[in-house]
């Protein structure tokens, strides 16, 4: 098996520009937890934001009564000042079990899928192994 077969094609991507306060607005009404950064300049990969690394970027009393100046500041961040570069990458001719390997020695839960040209053509996640094991290796009655 191969990633093209369980891989999510033309997922959200957001530019190396792209404020915190749109990343927010994008997590905050979709139901994925990845979004992969694509360098506009040659439309490459060029990261990957969690909901957990905006969560670690934005101050805790955003949208709280204890918000300052100081607290919404934090969502006028750029998605390059928080995003994480180094992420090894598949294609979509890679074996699963290549990027599942490579998902758990890097201990990280996506992996961006990208041509030959490093464009961005899909994302396979720790969520899309588990449905395929689910829909075709689960005991039948």
């Not at 891989?7 to 915190?20: G, K, W």
């Not at 990343?23 to 040659?42: A, M, N």
């Not at 990280?108 to 899928?113: D, E, K, N």
Request: hydrophobic share 40%; net charge negative.
């Amino acid at each position: 098996m191969i990633v093209a077969d369980i891989m999510t094609a033309n997922p959200v991507t957001i530019s190396m520009d792209t404020e915190l306060l749109l990343v927010k607005e994008i997590f905050d009404h979709v139901y994925f937890h990845h979004l992969l950064v694509e360098d506009e300049s040659d439309k490459t990969f060029a990261g990957v934001i969690s909901d957990r690394d905006l969560l670690s970027a934005l101050s805790p009393y955003v949208y709280t009564g204890s918000e300052t100046l100081r607290d919404k500041e934090t969502l006028k961040k750029r998605a390059h000042q928080i995003m994480s570069r180094q992420i090894d990458t598949v294609t979509p001719t890679t074996d699963c079990n290549i990027a599942v390997q490579k998902m758990l020695d890097a201990d990280i839960s996506c992996l961006p899928v990208v041509g030959d040209d490093k464009a961005i053509l899909g994302i396979v996640t720790w969520k899309d192994f588990l449905r395929y094991y689910l829909k075709n290796y689960q005991a039948k009655p």
